[in-house]
């Protein structure tokens, strides 16, 4: 009896310690969240996008106003990140099913490549 219990302990404190991992927005120091009505715009990272170079991210080149949210969406079944070539942003992993959000709050030519994937790349352009 003491053995049943000691492994139903056991799986508890697994099971509790995993639930406070979210695949679905991973979080990140440099995470802006929309502002409510904000102007928004989407980038997809398509299934196999480690293969894709330039294509890797849908649109790779992306133009949005200023004060735009921008939110990176994994479809791949691998991770990718979204990661500023200068001072910027860096998403962190993004999961597959993931996504990342980044508030643009300057006009300015901002390119960005997947730290795992160097290769994939993309162009944030804002106006």
């Known amino acids: 009896m003491?053995?049943?219990?000691?492994?139903?302990?056991a799986i508890l404190v697994v099971a509790t310690g995993c639930g406070g991992?979210?695949?679905?927005?991973?979080?990140?120091?440099?995470?802006?969240?929309?502002?409510?009505?904000g102007a928004s715009s989407?980038?997809?990272?398509?299934?196999?996008?480690?293969?894709l170079g330039n294509r890797?991210?849908?649109p790779?080149?992306?133009?949005?106003?200023?004060?735009?949210?921008?939110t990176w969406m994994n479809t791949d079944s691998v991770s990718h990140t979204s990661t500023s070539n200068a001072t910027g942003w860096n998403s962190?992993?993004?999961?597959?099913?993931g996504q990342f959000s980044f508030a643009f709050?300057?006009?300015?030519?901002?390119?960005?490549?997947?730290?795992?994937?160097?290769?994939m790349v993309g162009t944030v352009v804002v106006r």
């Open 56 to 58: 890797a991210f849908m």
């Open 92 to 97: 962190g992993i993004v999961p597959p099913g």
């Open 21 to 37: 991992y979210s695949s679905s927005s991973p979080v990140s120091p440099s995470a802006t969240p929309p502002p409510p009505g």
């Open 60 to 70: 790779g080149d992306l133009e949005v106003a200023v004060g735009t949210t921008v």
């Open 2 to 9: 003491l053995f049943r219990l000691t492994a139903v302990a």
């Open 105 to 119: 709050q300057s006009a300015g030519t901002f390119p960005y490549h997947c730290a795992i994937h160097p290769g």
């Open 42 to 51: 989407s980038v997809t990272i398509p299934v196999g996008a480690e293969a």
